[in-house]
């Protein structure tokens, strides 16, 4: 297993359920190990198996949510 930390920079979130739906849709990724967002920051922190999960497949689960990841750290 090949496993990598990556932090996205978010715009759009604001509150808690905000928080819960990113983390439901980007956890559900066959791949993803966790994901963790810090709304005070906009980041979304995710751990997963590089060889499972693609990154574009991770930014377009968050903008299937109505979210948008502008950068990454």
Do not use: R, W
């Not at 715009?11 to 005070?40: Q, R, T, W, Y």
């Not at 968050?62 to 990841?69: K, L, S």
């Amino acid at each position: 297993m090949n496993v990598e930390k990556y932090i996205f920079m978010v715009e759009g979130m604001s509150c808690g359920h905000c928080k819960n739906a990113v983390e439901k849709a980007v956890s559900a990724l066959e791949g993803v190990i966790s994901a963790f967002v810090d709304l005070p920051n906009k980041t979304l922190t995710v751990e997963s198996d590089a060889s499972k999960v693609t990154l574009e497949k991770i930014k377009e689960v968050v903008d299937d949510e109505g979210f948008t990841v502008v950068g990454k750290q």
